[in-house]
Structures are given as structure tokens and as C-alpha cells.
């Protein structure tokens, strides 16, 4: 059985530089894992990229040949991967056992995770081929300045989960880069009660009903909540693997894969 994780979230929200990260962390701690770019436009990485779409086709290309605009092409690029999910990705998976890790570091464009079915068709794919699956959705801490976005971002965290049906583990990234945390952490345990009275006063009272029926589908079905990831703690950085590796059993079937290093000289 293999084990995958599919990052996700808004474009910004620090999805390559968490698979940055997570790649150097379990470097440093011996473990292996692969990273594999989803993204048709992505140009520059610092993680060795163990499988790329780009062999297979590039948003450059599909924009000169054409005529599309970058989203457009995007949408076009995942829809050929969609295409070719039993020639080309059946053949790059060939290449890794049963127990590898992979990592799949997703385009930012957010209907391909909201009503697109391109990666759910992905997700399924991966199950067939004996992986599970845990998407990892990530959401910038920086974006979290009021009661709204919060609403906002856990209405676009659950659109995923209803579209990928996948187990979730929801982040907000780049908790290194706030300078009050205490705007913060109201959000990582909300008391309803609060949030709905803030967003009452910041709605014009026809919304009303909405508002309690937003904060009752959030608090009583515990449907979003989010972990705070901080690139600079490594114990941030393990937390957060440790709540993916529980969500997808990783280590429970399998043995952990040690990376082998070589000798020093002496």
C-alpha cells in the first residue's frame, strides 16, 4: 500500500513551500518521501521534484499553441492529465513500491478542487492503484484578519471536502509571518457565539439567518478546523506530519522507510 498527500489550497497560501519544508524535515530526520509538481506552470523548486506534469505537458505550451489565457490553459493541462491518468501517471507510479510517500504539490486554481472533478478523477485513480489518500488544505494565516475570510475560508475548505471526498487535514500556513498571534488563534477554536455576533455586525441584518446557519454548519458538525503550521519549528513542521500519518495509516501497515546514508570518511 502506497501513501499520498494532495496539497491544496488558494494560489499563495504557501503550498510548494510547505512541501519545501516537509522534504528538508524528513531529509533531516531520515525519512524518505517524494514530491511530485502538479502545477503545468510552475517553473522553480527547492525540493528535488520526483515526478513532474510539465514531461508530460507545460501551461507555456498549451498558451503559445493555443491561444489561451493562463487559466484557461491550466484547466486544459489538468483535464489532458485527466486523459492520460492510465498511460503516464500508471507508468510514473510504476516506479515506486508499495510503501513509498508520495507528495503532490497542486496547481492554486480553486475550482479544481471546488466543482472541476479533475482531481477527484486523481484521487480515484491513486485509490485504484492501492494509495491513501489525504488531501492537505492549506489557507494563509494573513488571510485570517476577520470574521468574514474565516467564514470564507472554511466554506472554501469544505467545498474540497465535499468535491475529493478525502480524509482532511486543513493548515494555516505562514504562522512564522504573523506579528499578533492572538488575531490568530480566536480561529484555531472559535466560540460561536463570538463569531456570529461579529458577523452579524458586519452584515446587513437581512443576513441574519444566514449568518447563524454559517457558524451553526461550522461549530455543531465540526466540519473545518484548522492547525497552525510555523515553517521555523520543526516540532510545527512533525505536529502537522504526525495528524497526516495518523489520517492515512502510514506506519501502521507498513514499516518506515529509513533512508540509507552513506558513511562519513574517516
Known amino acids: 500500500m502506497g501513501y499520498a498527500q494532495l496539497v491544496i489550497g488558494p494560489a499563495g497560501s504557501g503550498k510548494s513551500t510547505y512541501c519545501s519544508a516537509l522534504h ?35 501551461l507555456e505550451d498549451v498558451m503559445e499553441e493555443l491561444g489561451l489565457g493562463p487559466n484557461g490553459g491550466l484547466i486544459y ?16 507510479l510504476d516506479n515506486y513500491l508499495d510503501d ?8 492554486g486554481q480553486i475550482e479544481l478542487f471546488s466543482h472541476v472533478p479533475v482531481l477527484k478523477n486523481f484521487v480515484e485513480h491513486l485509490r485504484r492503484k492501492n494509495f491513501n489518500v ?10 485570517m484578519t476577520d470574521v468574514t475570510k474565516f467564514i470564507s ?14 480524509p482532511h487535514v486543513n493548515i494555516l500556513s505562514k504562522m512564522d509571518l504573523v506579528t499578533d498571534k492572538r ?15 461579529e458577523l452579524n455586525q458586519r452584515m446587513a441584518p437581512q443576513f441574519g439567518k444566514l449568518n447563524k446557519s454559517l457558524i451553526e454548519l461550522v ?6 478546523s484548522f492547525l497552525p503550521l510555523n515553517l521555523k519549528k520543526e516540532s510545527s513542521i512533525q505536529y502537522i506530519l504526525s495528524q497526516i500519518d495518523n489520517c492515512i495509516q502510514y506506519g501502521e501497515d507498513a514499516d518506515v522507510k529509513i533512508k540509507d546514508f552513506d558513511p562519513e570518511d574517516d
Open 24 to 58: 528538508q524535515h524528513c531529509e533531516t530526520v531520515g525519512r524518505s518521501i517524494h514530491i511530485v509538481n502538479l502545477d503545468p506552470a510552475a517553473e522553480n523548486f527547492d525540493y528535488p521534484v520526483a515526478m513532474d506534469i510539465r514531461e508530460l505537458i507545460s
Open 219 to 224: 461549530d455543531q458538525y465540526s466540519m473545518v
Open 153 to 166: 475560508g472554511c466554506m472554501a475548505s469544505l467545498s474540497a471536502m465535499v468535491q475529493l471526498e478525502l
Open 77 to 92: 493541462c489538468m483535464e489532458h492529465l485527466e486523459e492520460n491518468l492510465d498511460d503516464w501517471l500508471t507508468e510514473e
Open 134 to 143: 489525504c488531501a492537505v488544505y492549506l489557507l494563509d494565516s494573513q488571510f
Open 100 to 107: 513509498d510517500y508520495l507528495v503532490f504539490d497542486c496547481p
Open 183 to 197: 488575531d490568530i488563534e480566536k480561529y484555531l477554536d472559535p466560540e460561536p457565539r463570538t463569531l456570529l455576533a
